[in-house]
C-alpha cells in the first residue's frame, strides 16, 4: 500500500505538492505551490483516516464497504462546507480560495499564513500582559463573529490554530472541523481536551456559537495563567480547576477581565455568553474604557478634594440588574 501522504512533487491540477504541514483525523495539509501565479498556498486533502486509506493509485477509498456512505457523506460536507468558508471575507479568518474533486476525494485551497503559531509567539512576550491577550483575542473574535452570523461553527479553537502573521496581526487557521449549525443536523464529536467544550464530547451535544467561546476563554486562560484548562469533561461535576479570578495577576488583568474568561469557560453551555457581542462586552477595557474610568473619577471629586459615590446606590442596583441581561454574572463584578 502507498504512503499516507501525497509525494513531494505530486500535482493537483495546477498545485504542485511541496511538503507535508498537519496531520488530522478528517485529513492533511500540504505546503503547495499554484503554478499559474507563482504563489504558495495551503492545500486540505479530505482523507479521513479512521474510514478511508490510500491506494497505490493515490486515490482515497472507504477501508471497507460498509464504510462507503460515511465516506460519501463526509466528503459532501468537506466541500459544503468549504463552500461555506470561501463566502467569508475578513482579516483575521484565513481565506479559502478554492475547492475541487481529483483522486475520488475532495481538496480545499487555502491561503498559506507566513508567521509564527500563537504559543511560539506568546513564548517570547513573558510575562503575558491584557494587552497582550487583547492583541490576539480581539480581532479574533471580530472574525468569528462573521462566522457564526453566516451559520457556521470552527469547533477546534486552540492555540495552535491561531497564527500571528508576519507583519502583524492574528489569523485563525484550520477550519477542517467547521461544520454547519442546522437545524436536525448531528454534530460529529470533536474534541482537543482543555479546550473543546463538554457538548462536543459527544453527537447529540447543544453546540452552537458558545460553543467555540468556550474554545476562546480556553485560550485565553492559557495566555493569562500558562496552563492549560482542565478538560471540560472532568469539570462538569466537581470543578477543579481554579478559576482565572484566583490564579491571574491582578497587577497585570482588570478583575471584569479575568471574570469574563471565567464566564466563556463555564462547564454547562447555558451559563456561558451566548454570543461574540456578549463577550466583547464583558471583556470591556482598552483605551477608551481607561477613558471613561478616568472621566467618572473625575465626576466623583468634590470640593474638598475627597472622592465621594458619584451614584446611589438605588442607582448602581438597577445598572447591575440591567447588565446582567448583557453580561450575565460578571455585571457585579463591573458595578463595583
Excluded: C
Excluded at 196 to 215: I, K, M, R, T, V
Excluded at 266 to 275: C, I, M, T, W
Amino acid at each position: 500500500m502507498a504512503a499516507p501522504t501525497l509525494a513531494e512533487g505530486t500535482r493537483l491540477q495546477k498545485y504542485r505538492i511541496e511538503r507535508v504541514l498537519g496531520v488530522g483525523g478528517f485529513g492533511l495539509t500540504y505546503l503547495a505551490s499554484d503554478e499559474n501565479l507563482n504563489l504558495k498556498v495551503a492545500l486540505k486533502e479530505y482523507l479521513p483516516n479512521d474510514i478511508a486509506l490510500r491506494g497505490e493509485d493515490q486515490s482515497v477509498r472507504p477501508r471497507d464497504p460498509s464504510m462507503s456512505e460515511a465516506f460519501d457523506w463526509g466528503r459532501r460536507r468537506f466541500l459544503d462546507e468549504s463552500r461555506t468558508l470561501a463566502s467569508f471575507r475578513h482579516p483575521n479568518i484565513v481565506r479559502v480560495m478554492r475547492f475541487f474533486e481529483a483522486n475520488a476525494t475532495a481538496y480545499m485551497v487555502r491561503e498559506f499564513v507566513e508567521g509564527e503559531a500563537l504559543p511560539d509567539w506568546a513564548r517570547s512576550r513573558q510575562p503575558m500582559s491584557e494587552a497582550h491577550v487583547r492583541e490576539v483575542i480581539a480581532p479574533l473574535i471580530d472574525g468569528l463573529e462573521v462566522v457564526h452570523n453566516g451559520g457556521s461553527l470552527h469547533r477546534d479553537i486552540k492555540p495552535g490554530n491561531i497564527f500571528m502573521r508576519r507583519e502583524g496581526g492574528p489569523v485563525l487557521i484550520d477550519f477542517g472541523s467547521a461544520r454547519q449549525k442546522l437545524v436536525n443536523t448531528e454534530l460529529t464529536a470533536i474534541v482537543t481536551p482543555g479546550y473543546a467544550p463538554f457538548e462536543q464530547y459527544h453527537e447529540q451535544g447543544n453546540q452552537g456559537p458558545w460553543s467555540d467561546l468556550y474554545a476562546i476563554g480556553g485560550v485565553m486562560y492559557w495566555m493569562v495563567t500558562g496552563n492549560r484548562p482542565t478538560e471540560a469533561a472532568g469539570r462538569i461535576r466537581n470543578d477543579p480547576m481554579p478559576s482565572a479570578v484566583q490564579v491571574g495577576d491582578k497587577k497585570r488583568f482588570r478583575a471584569e477581565f479575568l471574570a469574563a474568561i471565567d464566564w466563556a469557560l463555564a462547564p454547562h453551555e447555558e451559563k456561558r455568553p451566548q454570543n461574540v457581542a456578549q463577550l466583547r462586552a464583558a471583556l470591556g477595557g482598552g483605551p477608551a474604557a481607561e477613558e471613561k474610568t478616568l472621566r467618572i473619577e473625575r465626576t466623583a471629586k468634590v470640593e474638598t478634594g475627597r472622592a465621594q459615590p458619584a451614584f446611589s446606590l438605588e442607582t448602581l442596583e438597577m445598572l447591575k440588574n440591567e447588565l446582567a441581561q448583557h453580561l450575565g454574572p460578571i455585571a457585579s463584578v463591573v458595578v463595583k
